[in-house]
């Protein structure tokens, strides 16, 4: 099952007048008339919304009434909600698909997709970095954006973390939740982690041709259950679920916050005020200033973790030594 955001905008009409007339019972006649589409259209969109999750309360004689919203990312519910410039514009919404993350990949040759967000009730073979597995049951949050930066490419190296960056802040707005952030772009909850990223970038001849970022958030997911099938693959180090830590709420709420918060960083690298997200990075970070063990697939690296430099990458002090890594994954000792 498909959806986007701008092929149903009979059903659009509908749902949106339902929901800012949420107090009141509007009869079939009424929505007809006022939208200007016929009766029969308007009980198969009524139809349509109640199968998509949303509760819809029939009377007699006095007609419908939207009493609560669907827990679906639904497209519609991203770009109508959204006040931004580009990002999440459009949406697409798969209540199951292989990964997100290819699915935007193959989209990204249309530069009108610039800002296209896709979405996925559960992911069949959900991706992590190097070509890992990423557990994506139903309960999470899956999601991937298509972007045309014109940033440098030695900007594009910060991005992740921007991205990280940019979710933290947005969990902790909307759901009063704090989250560290682990280096190089997972966002961890008291040690566990709560959300990873991932960026595919295509280059051409130095310029960046596209970036392609995927989020995954564990938000009301079976913790135990994900664990099971994760323990001993690499860089597992214990899973935690948003809905472990305080009231979640609607998905939307969360995910509006952060393309929000996304555009605003997107727009701060594009200045080249790195200093600005390295900073911000820094004060949530749970890796800077502790004592690591990073493995680069090359070698592994004991010593403490100083600082991220201007591109993202982090600055390892062994035996006095200051050691210069761009990717691995750390172990806090
Ligand atoms: C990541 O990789 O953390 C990037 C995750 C990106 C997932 C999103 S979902 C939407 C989009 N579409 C995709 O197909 N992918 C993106 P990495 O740092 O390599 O971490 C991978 C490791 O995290 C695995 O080897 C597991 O140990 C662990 N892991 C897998 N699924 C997890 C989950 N749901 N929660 C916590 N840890 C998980």
Redesign the pocket.
């Known amino acids: 099952m498909i959806y986007n955001s701008f092929n149903n905008p009979g059903l659009v009409k509908v749902l949106y007048f339902l929901k800012s007339h949420n107090t009141e019972y509007l009869s079939g006649q009424d929505l007809s008339d006022v939208l200007k589409i016929s009766r029969v259209a308007v009980w198969k969109h009524i139809k349509k919304i109640k199968e998509l999750g949303y509760k819809i309360e029939t009377k007699q004689k006095l007609g419908y009434r939207l009493e609560s919203d669907s827990e679906k990312l639904l497209p519609w519910e991203i770009t109508e909600g959204l006040k931004t410039k580009f990002i999440g514009k459009q949406a697409y919404y798969f209540d199951s698909i292989d990964?997100?993350?290819?699915q935007a990949l193959t989209m990204t040759f249309d530069k009108e997709n610039n800002g296209a967000v896709i979405v996925?009730e559960k992911?069949t073979?959900?991706?992590?970095?190097?070509g890992?597995?990423?557990?994506?049951p139903k309960g999470?949050i899956?999601?991937?954006v298509i972007l045309h930066p014109k940033f440098d490419i030695e900007i594009a190296t910060l991005f992740p973390l921007a991205s990280a960056l940019a979710l933290s802040n947005s969990i902790e707005k909307t759901l009063k939740i704090k989250t560290e952030l682990k280096w190089p772009?997972?966002i961890t909850i008291q040690g566990k982690?709560?959300a990873?990223?991932?960026v595919d970038a295509s280059l051409e001849s130095n310029k960046i041709e596209s970036l392609v970022l995927?989020?995954?958030i564990?938000f009301n997911?079976d913790v135990k259950q994900?664990e099971r099938t994760?323990k001993g693959?690499?860089?597992?180090y214990g899973?935690t679920s948003l809905s472990e830590h305080g009231k979640i709420g609607m998905p939307s709420n969360l995910v509006l916050s952060f393309l929000t918060e996304l555009e605003r960083i997107y727009f701060i690298l594009s200045a080249g005020e790195t200093k600005e997200i390295i900073r911000e990075w820094t004060k949530k970070s749970s890796t800077v200033g502790k004592e690591i063990e990073i493995k680069t697939g090359k070698e592994t690296i004991k010593g403490k973790a100083i600082e991220i430099d201007d591109d993202g990458a982090l600055i390892i002090s062994e035996n006095n030594r200051n050691r210069r890594v761009i990717a691995g994954?750390i172990i806090h000792i």
């Open positions: 990964s997100t993350q290819n996925a992911q073979s959900g991706k992590g970095r190097s890992r597995k990423w557990e994506s999470g899956w999601l991937s772009n997972d982690k709560v990873g990223m991932l995927g989020v995954g564990n997911v994900i994760l693959t690499p860089n597992f899973v994954d």
